[in-house]
């Protein structure tokens, strides 16, 4: 099912992620692009484009954590960043090389989705550097593409996390899952989440539904809507820049109704009611594959990031705001989980 293109109504809210302050035009592929302002940095012409899935920026997501690295690394490294936006699976060939064909320094394709195409325009374009966010590209016979950074995330190990946030504050030992499609990443969080939900709160249980795509918040709010009205008081939302109809939601039902994000801290979309993020961190990874390109030493292949590298977690801008025992019962499932006391399921 092709994801529709929705902007939430609440989107007077995304200017919570400062650091997304870009304007929007059109490209000559009909896609929407984006410009950071242009600095100084290093002194370098470098060009750090990214390509977005569906969703576009203002996911409250990946393609917002991708585009702030994508401005960081310009602000640090010099040059000048820029997103360009696709409305459609259509758009994702047509903007990787629409990126090349201006000289971008590195390209970032954002999302699982978009892989098949990045691995066409790297294949075609060899000399150019390109970094894969979500999944890895390959050649026919499974051989990551030495010109493309595929970075992976172990989404279950911070989502592991949030199943133990959630099964020690749950009351009616319910909860709804919202996720866009289900592929790989979204059912890392899932299988993630459920482990550390049970490894609490044995009689918790989880209802999991799928929205279609990444960019319906309408139906994400139905979706929620429905959980809480058969009981459950925590919604986990896998579902991109759709999954903002969850905090409208929420928000309307009023305390005791919460929602759980994925990939950055969401709680000034529903402060009453955010309980945590499952978080990963994009735009780490683009900034140092960014600092890779400028310092000369890139290299292609696979980089599976997690708790160990201290690039998957939850929310630590609300953490202390937690009971301490739920605090305490986290600190230990990471120590576990970085040891290795605790593998965690990903599928």
């Avoid at 293109?5 to 007077?12: D, F, H, L, S, V």
């Avoid at 940095?41 to 576009?56: F, S």
Wanted: net charge negative; proline share 4%; hydrophobic share 40%.
């Amino acid at each position: 099912m092709t994801p529709l293109r929705r902007r939430a109504p609440i989107a007077g809210l995304l200017v919570a992620l400062a650091l997304l302050a870009a304007a929007c035009g059109s490209s000559s592929n009909s896609s929407n692009s984006a410009d950071a302002s242009p600095t100084t940095g290093a002194g370098k012409d470098y060009q750090w484009v990214m390509v977005t899935d569906q969703a576009g920026l203002g996911d409250q997501g990946f393609n917002d954590l991708a585009y702030a690295g994508i401005t960081k690394s310009a602000k640090d490294l010099g040059g000048t960043g820029k997103a360009l936006e696709s409305s459609e699976q259509a758009q994702y060939v047509p903007n990787l090389q629409q990126a090349v064909d201006d000289g971008a320094s590195l390209v970032v394709g954002v999302g699982f989705l978009i892989t098949d195409a990045i691995v066409e325009v790297a294949q075609a374009s060899p000399n150019a550097h390109f970094l894969s966010i979500d999944n890895v590209a390959a050649d026919k016979d499974g051989t990551p593409l030495p010109n493309v950074a595929s970075v992976t995330f172990k989404e279950n190990e911070g989502a592991y996390l949030a199943g133990v946030i959630a099964g020690l504050t749950t009351k009616t030992n319910k909860i709804g899952f919202a996720g866009g499609l289900e592929i790989p990443p979204v059912v890392r969080f899932l299988k993630g989440f459920q482990a550390g939900l049970k490894s609490v709160n044995p009689k918790a249980t989880v209802n999991v539904a799928y929205v279609g795509g990444f960019g319906d918040a309408a139906k994400t709010k139905e979706l929620a809507a429905g959980y809480y009205d058969d009981g459950a008081d925590i919604v986990f939302e896998v579902a991109g820049a759709g999954g903002l109809g969850a905090y409208e939601e929420a928000k309307a039902r009023g305390a005791g109704h919460w929602v759980i994000g994925t990939d950055t801290c969401k709680d000034a979309l529903a402060p009453d009611n955010f309980l945590t993020s499952a978080t990963k961190d994009v735009s780490g990874a683009v900034e140092r594959e960014a600092k890779a390109v400028a310092d000369g030493s890139f290299k292609g292949g696979v980089h599976n990031l997690g708790l160990a590298e201290d690039s998957v977690g939850v929310c630590q801008k609300t953490f202390g705001s937690l009971p301490k025992t739920i605090q305490d019962a986290v600190t230990k499932a990471t120590a576990d989980i970085k040891s290795g006391a605790i593998t965690v399921p990903a599928q």
